[in-house]
């Protein structure tokens, strides 16, 4: 999930399928928040507590930039060329590694 801020903080209406009120809405479209990154939006991204566990099912809904942050944090390499479902892959096998899986 993502909160999305509009240039115009009084915005109240649709964009990219998102409804906004005040200037600010929230979605877990991916390429909506792509799109809003993109445009220039403020895009803010929750982030799971340090104690949730990420589940397959989060990570596919994050952008590759994302996953590519968490592999940073988590010091995965990932291949030149990799697909996100790779790197989805290569994440859960660093969180089953970390918890002895």
Do not use: H
């Amino acid at each position: 999930m993502a909160v999305i801020k509009a240039p115009n903080s009084k915005y109240n209406g649709i964009s990219a399928g998102v409804q906004f009120r005040e200037g600010t809405a929230q979605t877990d479209n991916e390429r909506a928040i792509e799109w809003f990154r993109e445009k220039g939006y403020e895009v803010i991204e929750e982030q799971p507590s340090p104690d949730e566990p990420l589940t397959e099912a989060e990570l596919k809904k994050k952008s590759v930039e994302k996953l590519k942050e968490i592999c940073e944090e988590k010091g995965i390499v990932i291949p030149e060329g990799a697909k996100k479902d790779e790197v989805i892959a290569l994440i859960l096998k660093g969180i089953n590694q970390e918890t002895g899986e």
